[in-house]
């Protein structure tokens, strides 16, 4: 059964209903679908390995290119920040719980994962993640690390979210009835239904300073 924080004073009973605000109900299932396998190197593109086999050494001209570029650090930080919630799997879910000591409601985890390894502060609630300054992603466009949206079924505002990881999985913080932390399909029923958006917040790593602190 789902612990509530007794709401001791209006400004955290506040943070707390705008923390997942509305818990998604979904069939209990394992915390990791069957057969699922994380590799890292299955994100990387044929192209890119083609083009790292013809030259052993970069040139002058790309190693200024790369360096310009803010992007560069994104698959490395996309690697921690996935590495850090496989670890997290099975925590329980924790309506207002933003710690491995507490647990994690889902944009607590979000939160946590973020903070841990990329040293990013994101906002406290799902509503005031999703209107981040970082690029708007499709969900045809989703790359390890890209931070997803779901709402209740078309229904309302946004109500959940989580970190995608690859191959149309994400990983959460689901419900307390579903085991807290877990990989998902984003082809499931519940969750292609519910899907609203997602933002590429690694993007803000290049001017961290500007995400907003919520404690």
């Known amino acids: 059964m789902r612990q509530r924080l007794v709401p001791l004073m209006p400004l955290m009973l506040v943070t707390l209903l705008t923390a997942c605000a509305v818990q998604p109900e979904q069939v209990e299932g394992p915390m990791v679908p069957e057969g699922f396998k994380f ?3 299955a994100y990387t593109s044929q192209s ?6 013809a030259t052993d050494e970069p040139t002058e001209q790309q190693l200024r290119e790369f360096a310009d570029d803010p992007r560069y650090q994104l698959p490395a930080l996309a690697d921690s920040v996935l590495e850090r919630g496989f670890k997290l799997v099975g925590t329980p879910y924790r ?6 000591r507490t647990g994690f409601d889902c944009s607590g985890f ?4 973020f903070r841990k390894e990329a040293g990013l502060e994101l906002p406290r ?3 005031e993640m999703i209107e981040l300054d970082a690029p708007k992603v499709s969900r045809s466009e989703l790359e390890p690390g890209d931070v ?6 078309g229904r309302g505002r946004v109500s959940h979210a989580g970190i995608y990881i690859g191959d149309d999985q994400f990983i959460h913080s689901s419900s ?4 807290g932390v877990r990989v998902d399909s984003l082809d499931d029923t519940y ?3 519910s899907f609203m958006q997602a933002k590429r917040v690694l993007a803000m790593t290049s001017d961290s300073t500007s995400a907003p602190a919520h404690h």
């Open 95 to 100: 309506y207002g719980g933003s710690s491995t």
């Open 125 to 127: 609630s799902t509503r």
């Open 148 to 153: 997803v949206f779901f709402n209740n079924r």
């Open 191 to 193: 969750w292609r239904a």
């Open 48 to 53: 890119d390995v083609t083009d790292q086999a």
């Open 110 to 113: 979000v939160g946590f994962v």
């Open 39 to 41: 590799d890292l190197t």
């Open 176 to 179: 307390s009835r579903s085991g």
